[in-house]
């Protein structure tokens, strides 16, 4: 999709960015950044920090770091963007219950999930599904944090 797309651009102009800074991105920085576009992709995975850090062959605690670093979302926020991302897809283009879209997104509970979407969204996962599934805010806020990666 198109902010999926545009999110692994402003990670490579970051990477070259840095390159051209005479920074180095690390071993490691590259492979967290291999692994963000695995979690995009594969967010509905039942993931955990453990389960990431050792995806990326980091310690839990550098790999927290580098995550922030880089994209300027703790892992589990991250994360959590990306689910509630495939989530508005989910209640744009089906008519299944909240339920189900929150564990089809990965979130372990509808309660849960509809925290983290408020939160994120700044509504609710049904009165988005009224409102036809307007991406705007939530679009800006995520490509604002996503701008922390040329900092």
Known sequence: DLLSHAVLC???????????????????????????NELRLNCS???TLDT????????????ETLTKNLTGDTPSLLLNRFRVRQAQQ?????????????FDAG????????RVFQNLMGTTPSE?????????AYDQRFLRALTQLQR
């Open 107 to 114: 979130f372990g509970s509808s309660q849960y999930f509809s």
């Open 52 to 63: 990431m850090s050792a995806a990326c062959r980091l310690k839990r605690t550098q790999f």
């Open 128 to 136: 988005y599904r009224r409102h036809q599934g307007n991406l705007a």
């Open 90 to 102: 989910f209640l744009k283009n089906n008519d299944k219950n909240i339920t189900e879209i929150a």
């Open 10 to 36: 402003e990670l490579a102009k970051s990477v070259h960015s840095q390159q051209n800074q005479n920074q180095k991105i690390s071993p490691s920085e590259r492979e967290v950044l291999r692994f963000v």
């Open 45 to 47: 995975k039942p993931w």
